[in-house]
């Protein structure tokens, strides 16, 4: 099955500064990959997400990218604030067409610190 | 935010009973999930559903079980509960459309479940 590697899992950053997660996925048939953000003692809540048929995407401050042929997928947040600080889990699932399987896979979490 | 229930949202049982939690979705999505949230292990599949009586098993089912009798609501049964069972359970829900749209899950709030 599919299995989702996240690293770091924790990062300290300067306000203003960038910070950037990253997650490799092992099943190549994978095709979907949202990010998610958790405040402590809240629900995960979609931040961006990204198909396989394009490279990168953009979010105002936010942006992911995407290497199939590497299997990887990465965040990157810029102009960091203080209310960025929080649990961001990466995913993977490989959606079909009718949605037979739409199941999602986690990361471990990166837990992310900008100090003011 | 989607319209997603869970019931209760903190509960505290002994090892052995059974424990019921419940999901309720006004968003008529076909999709329902459930997901166990731990320390170093991120978000993990329990169950999920695809339809009314459609169910399969995700990463860690063992000792659980779900029922699906109405496209609204999604129940998780831990049958004897353990203390490995101590979690932050989030059900979450997804239209289930396939690649093109409809392939964001949204989570309801979390059920605190303490085992002792």
């Known amino acids: 099955g599919e299995n989702v590697e996240q690293h770091p899992s924790t990062l300290s950053v300067q306000e203003g500064d960038s910070a950037v997660i990253k997650c490799t996925y092992s099943?190549?048939?994978?095709?979907?990959f949202p990010w998610y953000k958790q405040e402590l003692g809240k629900r995960p809540q979609l931040i961006i997400d990204i198909r396989s048929n394009v490279g990168e995407k953009k979010d105002q401050r936010i942006a992911v990218t995407l290497n199939k042929t590497a299997k990887h997928f990465s965040l990157h947040i810029t102009e960091t604030q203080p209310e960025d600080s929080a649990v961001y889990f990466c995913a993977a699932s490989k959606g079909s067409k009718g949605g037979a399987t739409n199941k999602l896979i986690f990361g471990t979490g990166t837990l992310l610190a900008v100090q003011p | 935010d989607a319209g997603i229930t869970q019931s209760p949202r903190h509960k505290v049982t002994e090892t052995g009973t059974p424990v019921t939690l419940r999901c309720h979705q006004t968003e008529n999505h076909r999709y329902m999930y459930w997901y166990r949230q731990d320390p170093g292990h991120g978000l993990r599949l329990i169950h999920y559903?695809?339809?009314?009586?459609?169910?399969d098993k995700g990463e860690v089912s063992d000792g659980y079980s779900v029922s699906r009798s109405k496209t609204e609501d999604f129940l998780l049964t831990l049958e004897s509960a353990t203390s490995s069972q101590t979690s932050v359970y989030f059900c979450?829900?997804?239209?289930?459309?396939?690649?093109?749209?409809?392939?964001?899950?949204?989570f309801g709030e979390g059920s605190w479940l303490t085992v002792v």
């Open positions: 979450a829900i997804s239209e289930g459309r396939g690649l093109a749209s409809g392939n964001t899950i949204y």
């Open positions: 099943d190549s048939a994978s095709n979907y």
């Open positions: 559903s695809y339809g009314v009586k459609d169910t």
